[in-house]
């Protein structure tokens, strides 16, 4: 494991490392259980039919495997062996987008289904879109385990992912995209502007963008 960044979190080190594929499962239990609630993935993956759990779950595990697949970056907090928060961020030009990896589509559409597919896709396209910016880092899924929450980590992980931005010279900076207004006020503490405000059907959210900054000045 590739370890770059050291923290005390709650009294304990916690270290930044990029993920290895041993660590996926844990990784996509911790996520589907950070988005179970969320708003926008209720509608997408249509929560009031039965089998949304199933649906979700294949959805965050289709998605860690694309992000493995294209070699994008997968980076988690350990307190020793234990995974305790992930987050999933794609390249700059690296030609990772739902919608143009066609085993991705196939997978999805017969784990959750073609309107929810097609709704996630159409998700994506759109917050890309809305980025001020030609190449840049996207934050697509984000979570820290519910019994380590409220300790830090979110902001520790936060400076890993800003450590990944500024040293890379390709990028102009890092988007992400908040359902919740705490999650807004959150990356609005670390930095990240609101770009706009985007609806999806009954669901509103924010794109948050920060700027890179050379050599971490």
Known sequence: MSSFANNQASGASVQAIYLQVDDLNVAASILYKAYHDDALFEHIFQAEREGYESRLRQAIKQELSACWDTEQILLGLFE???????????????????????????????????VSTRQFIDKEEKIRSLIPAEAFHMISLIGVRPDYQHQGLGHILMSAIDTIVNDDKESEGVGVFATVPAYRHFFEDGGYE?????????????VLYKRRVPDGR
């Open 80 to 114: 020793e062996s234990r995974l305790l928060a992930v987050a999933c961020i794609t390249k700059p030009h690296a030609g990772f987008a739902p919608g143009k990896i066609w085993h991705w589509r196939l997978k999805m559409m017969v784990t959750a289904g073609f």
């Open 194 to 206: 609101c770009v706009t405000s985007v609806q999806f059907d009954s669901v509103q959210g924010d």
